[in-house]
């Protein structure tokens, strides 16, 4: 659906998207000129700042304005692209890191060089603005740029791929908005080349960049996650617009072995900082999760694409997930820090990062204002710019299918829809048909898997999909419970870093339990969990009852089995996981030890 | 005890030191040359091939050469030396990376460059040269290098230190020789400044080369695992030397720490891939535990200069567990591929990388024969040539104390001690008396912590030490049994990754079980093991009961808790972890999940 279709009201996601389309904006572009990424269109070669992939900041930050539409921005938006476009070099090419003197030529690193990538991005950004505003410069740019690939990377050009896969999609979509198959032949191109070790072998194996095995024969998502996920949705773009079953098959499987077998409970994915990687199967630790916020970012776009070619509800749940514990996580409530990489065990309190500072490296134990590499905070940027496309589709037969719950107005031709909800703190979400044509169509409720108790005007109904048809009539309302309450959460026993654990969840949100609900001194370690306890609700809060367990020092930590201790029981409360950190320093578990 | 007075004698120790010594020493040299490393000596600057710290390989073999003193490898020995003198720049600097024209200025990277590093192999070479020779050209160029650094980094100096520790023993270790009392200072000053922000913030925090605190002021080891023991040796050197009690605490102290909470069951250090680094407290996972081997190599230099330092046994409990542990783990049996990384569970078979081929990565799922940063193999050949120093200690009473049991020779003045025993496959060692002086004097045998059994001479002895004080007599024999039989070990209830599990140990050694050992088609992650039964020895293996669980796949692996599976009670043979993958492609798992 379009984002002129659907328009966000106040509310959970809402609020976060406001904040996003105002100070994050402001702190984007107060950073992109400070880090002088934004300067580096139009600077020397001595001085260009920053890593060899910044002009794709810049690109995300257009998208994400381009998606918002705010008139007040627009002036903002034109000095950048005119700024960009002066660097674009007659034949299309544009890069700020390679091919004047001084530097390296071009494509000379495709590995690690992510001038690709980097086309990539400003090519969604001149589809974000093709599709809100009409062909104007940026759209230029972008067709420019797109040329050039297809010219430099055609099928008698260079016969290799970039080492970060997001040229795919944006070629594709770029296709969608020009009419033009070009695109989506070079497009199919990139992703049947990949694979077949055109690439470097590198420090992290082939695997880091998707290069390791032919798409279409690969079992699982594997490597750099946000390069899987993004190269991943490039292929479900390819498969759809070319009807190629097979290859969309071949996502979906994967797909559906990384959901069962490499993603965290949050809907995150990437175990490890190393590479920035999947972990093999099961291999899931909390300690140091990675769950990059990018990850998140591209779950979310390969889940969508795999909705709408195939409308299987799972997945819009898995984008409720990644939503309401990543996204809805990473960045701060004023939306002028964010967390990079999303851990779901802190066992040392944070350090705040000092104001308007920089941090060096990927992770920060609390929310940071800017990191070396900040592509995090412009990917939430055109996220939440387009939220509101993610909420419902149509169907060929005139129906309307709702897959997220949020306060929102559709209007989508004769059919008019007001949602009013407070979910997820609470289950019950009322939809009021504001207009609607005078013949039968069928309005399809996506069922949460969790919501197993949940009603639609009273009656049950079970997760997958609630469809009604019927004629309705403007005044009509629709009652959805979701039957939000908390539960207690199992871990499959092949995830190791988790035996003997549980989790809490209410609805679609995680829990987690921070250091500054206990009593000074404690730490989140020393709580145990009774299992057979029922959580429950309480002031915002969900309590669950367990005993605190301190644990004593010994000088070898291995030994003979460990004498049961006794310890009274204690309620302890538990907090949303994308609430965490914004209290001040704490330690912080999602998963805790049962007794 | 010097290198002269202890002989290993045909055993578990003695044949890995004969091939080390051997086919080691030859596939080192191989391999230096055929990657350039030694060719860097007296290459052009173009020609330079290898990392920035590639010419501390060549001196971590000359080492390696120098205390083996075989007089079959002297003439290669000299003309090693030859190369590296050669390079030698008149005020004393020495380094290929650095200081030519084309080439980064000397200490303009003092982060990562390794220069510092660099003379602190280049001088542990001379060190051992000067102890098992004399002084000859190698000790000379170590210590035009030495007085080169203490100009240079002197007080009045460059005030900052090297990103890599190494410099500091070395110095110490020179002083020792040479008696030069400004080769102490210097180490000392090193050992001072760091830890003051004196070097640059980086990706990995300034924790990863120990530059965050003050050494004094330290809880516990952090950072890169091997910078960190290197270091702490080097700081225990600086406080025997100037009677600095409170840095040997200190020290102690911090060892004691990371021992208690951060060092792995095999005795290994280092969690983290990314960083190389030790994690927080209790952070162990055994999935893709780092356990660098050179770490072991450090730790064990940590612990033997502590127990030089303070006697206590428990520092030699700790260097046997990395001996039979981490150090009989990494090369294979032939001596020509080694392990650089030591996990402790492998999930998927590991593919074994081809002959003669340089693998790009310090993690491969097999021994592999050469690395792009091959530290390990050098590290593993100067360790095995100066093997017979860590057995056995005199003191300034006339005593003689064991601290490691394998077949040996000790010739210490009056004393002689002939050793025999198959441990670690039996606990039993018999030790012969061949020569002894008129008076009294003490032999000390260490107690395994774990050896609660142990008896001598049929009298029950206490974990700890033995003493036994008498006037022995040529042709004396005592029994020592450490009674070594396989037991069950649980983990401290904070190490969050292996809850639930057991492990089993024999002696001093640690059991895995590897998928060879299984019925076909299962895989290591489908056993639990019964914890109410004890493990028994049958045929050279262990034998454990358990069940098999094979676990079934679900489209989401969170849920309500699983329904208990009931399987039949099997059989399952562990073998010692360091004989694990030399049997061809396995998974395996060290701690197993407990019913």
Chains 1, 2 share one sequence.
Not at 205 to 228: C, K, N, S, T, W
Not at 488 to 502: E, K, M, S, W, Y
Request: hydrophobic share 40%; net charge negative; aromatic share 8%.
């Amino acid at each position: 659906m379009g984002l002129h279709e659907v328009t966000l009201r106040p509310g959970f996601w809402q609020r976060r998207q406001h904040t996003s389309r105002t100070a994050s904006f402001d702190h984007i572009e107060h950073w992109l000129e400070r880090a002088g990424w934004l300067g580096n269109f139009g600077a020397t070669v001595e001085g260009r700042r920053g890593r060899e992939f910044s002009d794709s900041e810049v690109y995300k930050y257009l998208e994400a304005l381009a998606w918002a539409g705010d008139p007040a921005y627009e002036d903002r938006f034109h000095a950048i692209v005119a700024r960009v476009a002066a660097v674009q070099q007659p034949d299309g090419y544009l890069n700020t890191n390679f091919g004047r003197p001084g530097q390296a030529a071009r494509y000379s690193d495709l590995e690690w060089g992510h001038e690709l990538y980097c086309y990539g991005h400003l090519i969604q950004a001149g589809v974000a603005r093709a599709r809100t505003h009409g062909h104007d410069d940026l759209v230029t740019v972008a067709v420019r740029a797109a040329d050039h690939v297809c010219d430099t990377f055609g099928p008698d050009g260079i016969g290799s791929v970039c080492g970060h896969a997001e040229i795919e999609p944006a070629l594709v979509e770029l296709y969608r908005v020009t009419g033009n198959r070009r695109y989506l032949d070079q497009a199919r191109l990139f992703v049947e080349r990949r694979g077949r070790q055109v690439l470097d072998d590198i420090e992290f194996g082939r695997a880091y960049f998707q290069d390791d095995m032919p798409i279409r024969e690969a079992r699982v998502l594997r490597g750099h996650a946000v390069r899987a996920v993004y190269l991943a949705s490039g292929a479900v773009d390819v498969a759809v617009e070319t009807g190629d079953t097979e290859l969309l098959e071949a996502v979906a499987r994967q797909w559906r072995a990384t959901v069962a077998r490499r993603t965290y409970l949050t809907g995150g994915i990437g175990s490890r900082h190393q590479d920035e990687a999947f972990g093999d199967d099961f291999v899931l630790p909390p300690d140091r999760a990675y769950q990059e916020t990018c990850a998140g970012v591209g779950s979310i776009m390969l889940a969508w694409r795999l909705l709408l070619a195939e409308g299987n509800p799972r997945y819009a749940d898995l984008i409720e997930r990644v939503l309401f514990n990543v996204i809805a996580t990473s960045p701060s409530d004023d939306g002028t820090r964010f967390f990079y990489t999303n851990t779901l065990h802190q066992r040392v309190p944070g350090i705040e990062p000092a104001a308007d500072t920089l941090v060096p490296r990927a992770a920060s134990s609390l929310r940071a204002p800017w990191y070396a590499v900040s592509c995090c905070m412009t990917n939430l940027a055109r996220t939440f710019s387009s939220l509101a496309a993610y909420l419902a589709t149509t169907d060929d037969d005139g129906g309307v299918q709702l897959h997220q719950y949020t306060p929102a107005s559709i209007r989508v031709g004769d059919i008019g829809l007001d949602i009013d909800t407070e979910y997820p703190a609470d289950g019950r979400v009322t939809i009021r048909v504001v207009s609607a044509p005078e013949t039968a169509w069928t309005l399809t409720l996506r069922i949460p898997h969790w919501a197993t108790e949940a009603t639609l005007d009273g009656v049950p109904v079970a997760p997958g999909l609630a469809a009604v048809r019927r004629r309705f009539t403007a005044g009509d309302t629709l009652v959805l419970d979701l039957a939000v309450r908390p539960r207690l959460t199992f871990p499959d026993a092949r995830i190791d870093a988790v035996r003997g654990n549980a989790a809490v969840e209410r609805g679609p949100v995680v829990y987690c339990l921070e250091s500054l609900d206990l009593p000074p001194g404690l730490t989140v370690d020393t709580v145990r969990l009774d299992p057979a306890a029922e959580p429950v609700d309480r002031d915002g809060a969900v309590i669950v009852t367990g005993h605190i367990h301190p644990g004593h020092d010994t000088s070898w930590p291995y030994g003979p089995p460990p004498a049961p201790s006794l310890a009274d029981s204690v309620e302890i409360p538990l907090h949303p996981y994308h609430r965490w950190a914004r209290r001040g320093p704490s330690t912080m578990r999602v998963w805790l030890p049962t007794t």
